[in-house]
């Protein structure tokens, strides 16, 4: 069985909280974000490892704080983020272990995945090279012009939002950000990198409740996720 690295940045700034502590770190059902993500990787039989990328001057911190206290046994690295996403997890892809052949990177504050979409992913990216999780789009999509008059309604058929987590073979992922960096692009995502290259991504049904925490309505929603999922854990 091939061995799995996660990467998991978590080095954003989280300007759009309004906040002073940065996303990874405020408090999702008493404990911080972050602790949330990190719990679904070391809980997974296919996750042999995982690579933790945060801000510089927050690695004392992640350590101390959190790594240490929640005992993420998996950690094995708590490195620096770079300027963009992009580099942040091209500074993480030096660390991977030799033996390891399968890469998984998640958003460090997406933290209610569930095992079973992880495990989705990984099992698909073993069979078609690289898979990321999508859901439909629901609403009307609409193209408009700098004025912001309509240009077009787009068709919603086969249009998805993409999320992570997002697992590829590793030596596609690293052929992909060496072509990258080779052409100075810069991708929104992992698999823009790897669809560059004429390589195939396959979508695997993700979850409306998998969601990024941006924003302070972003967490006020998680919230009630957390909630819901108790709640239906605990009745009878």
Do not use: W
């Not at 030096?94 to 958003?107: G, I, P, R």
């Not at 249009?159 to 960096?181: G, H």
């Amino acid at each position: 069985m091939s061995k799995v690295t996660a990467i998991i940045p978590a080095s954003g700034a989280g300007v759009r909280m309004g906040q002073k502590t940065a996303k990874p770190y405020l408090v999702l059902d008493s404990i911080p974000i972050i602790a949330h993500t990190l719990r679904v990787f070391e809980a997974s039989p296919l996750i042999d490892a995982v690579i933790l990328v945060v801000q510089d001057n927050d690695r004392g911190y992640v350590n101390g704080g959190i790594i240490r206290p929640f005992a993420f046994a998996k950690v094995t690295d708590v490195i620096s983020g770079g300027e963009m996403r992009q580099d942040s997890i091209n500074n993480a892809l030096s660390f991977l272990d030799d033996d390891h052949d399968m890469v998984v990177v998640h958003d460090g504050v997406r933290p209610l995945l569930e095992h079973c979409l992880l495990e989705d992913v990984i099992e698909t990216a073993r069979d078609a090279g690289a898979a990321v999780a999508g859901v439909p789009v629901k609403d009307t999509c609409k193209t408009i012009d700098s004025l912001f008059f309509v240009r077009q309604t787009i068709d919603r058929a086969g249009l998805y939002q993409i999320q992570t987590p997002q697992a590829f073979k590793k030596d596609i992922l690293l052929a992909a950000y060496k072509e990258a960096y080779q052409s100075g692009f810069y991708g929104t995502d992992d698999a823009s990198l790897v669809e560059r290259m004429g390589l195939p991504v396959k979508v695997v049904m993700g979850s409306y409740e998998n969601i990024k925490i941006t924003t302070p309505d972003d967490l006020l929603q998680a919230e009630l996720i957390v909630k819901g999922r108790k709640s239906s854990r605990t009745a009878p």
